[in-house]
């Protein structure tokens, strides 16, 4: 028979359940609703934490730490990004027939008073202008423009903050999972730094693949520009460089979503230029589809982004994640490959069988090996892992 402290205690542990699962739920709604955002930040963390733990040797503070190696991996995107929103400003105010500046011409303040006073004169021309819906339309679109803009960098700074807290308070996060959540040479706990060694290797080799193909970019479109004539000279090279590094990111398309509309421009300059120049955009297209297509999909992609990965795998989880997910896709996929396989290597035999999970995997290759000891911080920097 149960005795009344029984019955209270039951009372009590179903009310905690039913306040963390509440709760739990309620966090559930809230990655789903922000997974994009979330998956980014991971990404800025793991593809960040190798050259935050050599930064963290330079200075006494883990925040100074973490905020420089964000700044110095980030910092190239976020210029990326700022370039392409001021073409994107000024394709608007093409598509708006200079509708832009003829507004601003006659806004109060302009340097030509006659310009003023024309505006003070002829009212009417404005309220024209707006019973026509024109300057309407105009303000509509910049409004949007600017809200999808400001939308996206919301996102990309939280992700920024996520990336930031937990290359800042990572160890704290690992010695509360250690002490409370998975001990030292349990299964989870093997699960858990599997996991964590495969997305490092993943999203590390990511950042690296992009800074090793924009240095490459850099150098064929400079090598290209001293040999090629002023008509079929590459525009802003160091940019569109940094544009076809991250356009790896890309699954199988990679270098293509960039220097293929280069080349394409390259080629319709030399039609309309006087004298055989065509030969020097092709001679671009071959050696950028061998160097920036051919050479990081085949060699660089395998060797630095899924050492410890079947290549494959790897190439299945960015292609299926961006067609079912969208571009954060591209960063769910792997981390799904990568819980998916630890998971099959470490228990999936067991649970079939019906035996104890044990941190020792049944499959010895597709990841790396779990963790039975708890490493120290000494051994973390030692290692780089």
């Known amino acids: 028979m149960f005795t009344d402290k029984d019955t209270s205690l039951s009372r009590n542990t179903l009310g905690w359940w039913a306040i963390t699962l509440a709760l739990a739920a309620t966090l559930a709604f809230v990655a789903y609703s922000f997974v994009g955002t979330l998956v980014l930040g991971l990404f800025a963390y793991y593809g960040t934490r190798p050259i935050y733990r050599r930064v963290r040797t330079l200075t006494p503070s883990d925040g100074v730490a973490a905020i420089s190696t964000l700044l110095l991996t980030i910092l190239p995107l976020f210029l990326v990004v700022g370039a392409v929103t001021v073409v994107g400003l000024n394709e608007l105010s093409s598509v708006t027939g200079g509708q832009i500046e003829t507004l601003l011409r006659y806004l109060p303040g302009s340097r030509n008073p006659s310009q003023l006073q024309s505006l003070l004169d002829q009212p009417g021309r404005v309220v024209d202008a707006v019973r026509g819906g024109q300057i309407q339309g105009m303000l509509t679109t910049g409004v949007g423009v600017l809200g999808a803009v400001a939308n996206g960098l919301l996102h990309l700074s939280l992700s920024f903050a996520i990336g930031y807290f937990l290359l800042r308070d990572g160890d704290q996060v690992a010695d509360w999972f250690r002490s409370d959540v998975a001990e030292p040479g349990s299964a989870a706990y093997g699960y858990a730094t599997a996991v964590d060694r495969d997305l490092e290797t993943l999203y590390f080799g990511n950042i690296l693949l992009i800074f090793v193909v924009a240095v490459l970019a850099t150098a064929v479109y400079y090598a290209y520009n001293l040999v090629a004539p002023d008509p079929v000279t590459i525009p802003v090279a160091a940019l569109l460089a940094l544009l076809t590094g991250l356009a790896t990111l890309v699954p199988i398309v990679v270098g293509k979503l960039v220097y ?100 020792e995997p049944t499959i010895d290759a597709l990841g790396s090996t779990p963790e039975t000891e708890a490493k120290t911080d000494t051994d973390t920097d030692a290692s780089g892992e």
Request: hydrophobic share 55%.
């Open 260 to 359: 293929v509309p280069l080349v394409l421009a390259l080629l319709v300059r030399a039609f309309q230029a006087p004298g055989s120049l065509v030969i020097y955009p092709l001679g671009l297209l071959v050696v950028s589809f061998l160097l920036l297509d051919i050479l990081p999909q085949t060699v660089l992609r395998p060797y630095i982004s899924g050492r410890k990965i079947h290549t494959g795998l790897v190439m299945f989880s960015y292609i299926m994640g961006t067609m079912l997910f969208g571009w954060y896709g591209l960063f769910l996929g792997p981390l799904v490959l990568v819980l998916s396989l630890q998971l099959l290597r470490i228990a999936f035999t067991e649970l079939l069988h019906g035996e104890s999970v044990t941190p």
